[in-house]
């Protein structure tokens, strides 16, 4: 997913695609299986500054295990500074029931809310590294009410479809599409929202792209209005104050809601090398930002969070595996500087 990268203007906002394969490699999967949270040694953040669940068992937790088997102590402590923070758990399309559930499960367990992304529309990307998503309509309602079911009551906090409103205005989704993505952006926020504790929040792009005109009336249409909020900067880069700003203009055009921004690749900022068309994809010289918190330096930022999952690729470009795939040197790299405390 692209990360909102805006056609006709540098595409530094695709969402990056690589959560899809996190996705993926993480289905059904949740705080039970895997290594473990007796062996990884990973806990969870003090709950008055960060609700959100980390799992224990995440792929980076693992690697912390398998650098310090391996005697790597210096590694080890920089993955370790991402498998310590709570990331979003990208619910994909096989079994999204159980994973919704298993991830939720796990969460209330440890007394905290899950991260969830759903990222499944149809004609998802535009044919691009996360191209895909649901075959059609139907299916993807029903993807929905599985996820649906598998939260329940429990406490969730969702990001929803990264892209696929801004993919509406930037002339990437054909126009045939159009009608019936606005349907089911709308649907799936109702569908979520009939939930008693969970909270929805619609993707709208980034600083990148940069043109609030232009976006708030897609946004109003496919259901904003109904939703928590939005969120900003999902897969992206741009700094912390940029993203605000550009969240506030865009909040002001549709009632004041508040939004969330992603944290978990801008401490360096975005990347002015390269082929622009490219620059949102692994691009190098990046860093972690703010650890994901509640405490946020705005009254219309509900939180920042780490909806990305550092050091998954954004797609085969750079050198880069597939999109979601584990890339341990990036993530390295993404860990030797950074904001987390």
């Not at 990360?3 to 999967?29: D, E, H, I, Q």
């Amino acid at each position: 997913m692209n990360g909102g990268r805006g056609r006709g203007t540098a595409p530094a906002g695709r969402m990056t695609a690589a959560v899809l394969g996190a996705a993926l490699l993480l289905a059904g999967c949740s705080a039970s299986g895997g290594v473990g949270a007796a062996d990884t040694g990973i806990t969870q953040r003090p709950e008055e500054t960060a609700p959100y669940w980390v799992n224990p068992d995440s792929t980076a937790a693992q690697r912390v295990v398998e650098l310090e088997k391996s005697g790597r102590e210096e590694d080890a402590g920089r993955i370790r500074r991402i498998a310590e923070q709570p990331t979003g758990e990208w619910i994909g399309p096989e079994n999204p029931e159980e994973q919704a559930r298993g991830f939720t499960e796990a969460a209330e367990r440890a007394g905290r809310t899950a991260l969830l992304v759903l990222y499944n529309i149809p004609h998802r990307d535009c044919g691009q590294y996360s191209r895909g998503g649901a075959a059609d309509g139907d299916a993807y309602r029903a993807f929905v009410d599985a996820v649906a079911r598998g939260i329940g009551d429990r406490p969730a906090t969702v990001v929803l479809e990264p892209d696929a409103v801004l993919h509406l205005v930037d002339g990437c989704t054909p126009e045939e599409y159009h009608g019936e993505r606005y349907d089911l952006l709308r649907g799936a926020v109702t569908t979520l929202k009939t939930l008693g504790n969970t909270k929805v929040y619609l993707d709208a792009g980034n600083a990148g792209w940069g043109h609030p005109d232009q976006i708030f009336g897609p946004l109003t249409r496919a259901g904003v209005g109904r939703a928590d909020g939005f969120a900003v900067n999902v897969s992206n880069y741009y700094g912390t104050s940029e993203s605000i700003a550009y969240g506030k203009r865009l909040s002001a055009k549709v009632g004041g809601k508040p939004f969330v921004l992603d944290t978990s690749r801008n401490g360096n900022g975005p990347y002015g090398g390269g082929d622009p068309a490219e620059r949102w994809c692994n691009p190098p010289g990046r860093a972690l930002g703010e650890a994901p918190t509640v405490r946020t330096a705005d009254p219309l930022v509900d939180a920042y969070l780490w909806i990305k999952r550092p050091g998954e690729s954004d797609g085969e470009c750079k050198g880069g595996p597939k999109a979601g795939e584990w890339w341990q040197e990036y993530a390295l790299e993404l860990a030797r500087t950074g904001d987390t405390g």
